[in-house]
């Protein structure tokens, strides 16, 4: 068995397992394609901020030594790739650095609390940390979900400089503190890519009755076009779309997606992923234990969030350009882009959708202000720069 092909089938594994909520040694028989909890298609990252004010320093003192054992829920499946394997990183991290005073125990989706839990049990003390994204939580409060992506939006180091020093985190910590959470940047999957379809796409037209797994405001624009997005556990995509209940499906970028065995099932696999930009990814503390931990803890856990959030975007795109090359040298799947006037369309149905959000929630105005303001200045900024660059050196 090569590598890849082992590793193809352990992940798939872990996903049977993670939805069977069952330890992942104990099914080992046979590799349906099912994949993970509905949560993680929307994402990737670990999510951890920064600039953090020392505002803690009255903590308990360091010298104490109070040891602490924490644990972390996730989303994602357990050692689900980059992301699973990044909160068991930096648990080891921050055990590391704390030398031995605080220890963390991760669990996957599934373990210790069903995947999309975690918000609750973490705004609850029922379990003290947890990582996702926070377009999962539009139900808590619908303006979460501008703190991970926006159709359209900011690309991974725009949201990292938006949230870092252009008040985005200041911003999503005013509204997570009213659930007893503080938040971190600890992650980012980059810019992801449109999906797999089996019908060719070149016109807005040919969304009409699409039907479609994609989550977020992404879904909602879909639909805003003629199609219908239906959201669907990852576990249950693979099948979904073999047998024609989907017409397209999104997940993440070519190394999640080929590991699900998209490209077996596929016929075109388009870019890029308008609706996910820049998806950035959360580490979520109970609020009230995070400012009970002394300053030491405090700093190890917000460097150990940034830590996260770099290595994941670098291991995203190391292992999405690996696996795109599979996929274009392996399969017979077509990858291509979507169509300059589709692309247009769908970000006029973006405005409409954001619009409609902003008019009908004003902590998700309060917070679009500050994001499409800081765009604006990114976009111009960039057009020098990074789109350039990109546009006029030729590779
Ligand atoms: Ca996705």
């Not at 779309?241 to 970028?253: F, M, P, Q």
Request: net charge negative; glycine share 8%; with cysteine.
């Amino acid at each position: 068995m090569t590598d890849n092909l082992y590793f193809e089938r352990k992940y798939r594994t872990l996903m049977e397992d993670n939805q069977q909520n069952k330890p992942a040694s104990l099914t080992r028989q046979k590799f349906i394609k099912k994949a993970a909890i509905a949560a993680v298609a929307g994402t990737s990252a670990w999510i951890a901020g920064c600039k953090d004010e020392q505002k803690s320093s009255n903590g308990p003192a360091i010298q104490s030594r109070k040891t602490y054992r924490w644990n972390m829920v996730t989303t994602w499946p357990p050692n689900f790739p980059v992301l699973g394997e990044g909160c068991n990183a930096l648990a080891k991290f921050v055990e590391e650095a704390s030398e031995g005073q605080m220890k963390i125990n991760v669990y996957g989706g599934g373990e210790l609390i069903p995947a999309l839990e975690v918000f609750d049990a973490v705004s609850s003390g029922t379990a003290e940390m947890g990582h996702a994204g926070s377009y999962y939580w539009a139900g808590k409060a619908e303006a979460t979900q501008l703190f991970s992506t926006i159709p359209f939006g900011m690309n991974a180091q725009e949201m990292n400089s938006w949230m870092l020093f252009g008040g985005g985190v200041d911003l999503w910590r005013e509204l997570y503190s009213q659930f007893n959470l503080h938040p971190f940047l600890a992650g980012n999957t980059g810019v992801q890519m449109a999906g797999w379809f089996n019908r060719e796409i070149n016109s807005l037209a040919d969304f009409k009755g699409l039907k479609m797994r994609i989550p977020g405001l992404g879904g909602k624009v879909l639909s805003q076009v003629g199609g219908t997005a239906i959201n669907l556990p990852g576990g249950d995509l693979y099948t979904s779309l073999e047998r024609g209940v989907i017409d397209a499906t999104e997940w993440i970028g070519p190394y999640h997606d080929y590991l699900m065995g998209f490209h077996e099932i596929a016929k075109y696999y388009y870019a890029p992923g308008w609706h996910e930009p820049g998806s950035t990814l959360e580490l979520i503390i109970n609020k009230q234990k995070f400012d009970a931990l002394p300053n030491n803890l405090q700093r190890i856990l917000e460097a150990a969030a940034l830590r996260l959030n770099m290595l994941s975007l670098a291991e995203f795109d190391k292992q999405n350009a690996i696996y795109m090359e599979k996929i274009k040298s392996e399969t017979k799947v077509e990858v291509r882009f979507l169509p300059l006037d589709v692309l247009d369309g769908l970000r006029n149905a973006t405005k409409e959708i954001v619009q409609d959000l902003i008019e009908r929630d004003s902590f998700s105005s309060k917070v679009y202000e500050s994001f499409s303001q800081y765009k604006k200045r990114m976009d111009d900024w960039m057009n020098y720069t990074e789109k350039a660059y990109y546009n006029l050196i030729s590779v």
